[in-house]
């Protein structure tokens, strides 16, 4: 069974700084990424990284937040700093196995107060 958990959200003042992780399992991931959702929004990209390490990021989290992954743990990071209340969103970790399937993860609330 294919499963990607996230954990590591919570509520935290502006400024300040979270770690997420997403660990992966029952297949190989290829690109992994993670996205959020405000409510009333569409989801969006965060970051994505390739299995080599490769990233992308949203405009909004550039210079911000970090992505990372450790293929020997099947676990996917991201570190942010420098939090927003506009970065309050539930943020879901994202997989395509090498058949291009695409899994998500329950997602995981992020909460900056100003």
């Known amino acids: 069974q294919v499963q990607l958990v996230e954990s590591g959200g919570g509520l935290v003042q502006a400024g300040g700084s979270l770690r997420l992780s997403c660990s992966a399992s029952?297949?190989?991931?290829?690109?992994m990424g993670w996205y959020r959702q405000a409510p009333g929004k569409q989801r969006e990209l965060v970051a994505t990284?390739?299995?080599?390490?490769?990233?992308t990021y949203g405009d909004s989290v550039k210079g911000r937040f970090t992505i990372s992954r450790d293929n020997a743990k099947n676990t996917l990071y991201l570190q942010m700093n420098s939090l927003k209340p506009d970065d309050t969103a539930v943020y879901y970790c994202?997989?395509?196995?090498?058949?291009?399937?695409?899994?998500w993860g329950q997602g995981t609330q992020v909460t900056v107060s100003s």
């Open positions: 994202n997989g395509f196995t090498l058949s291009a399937h695409s899994y």
């Open positions: 029952g297949s190989f991931f290829g690109t």
């Open positions: 990284i390739t299995r080599g390490g490769a990233t």
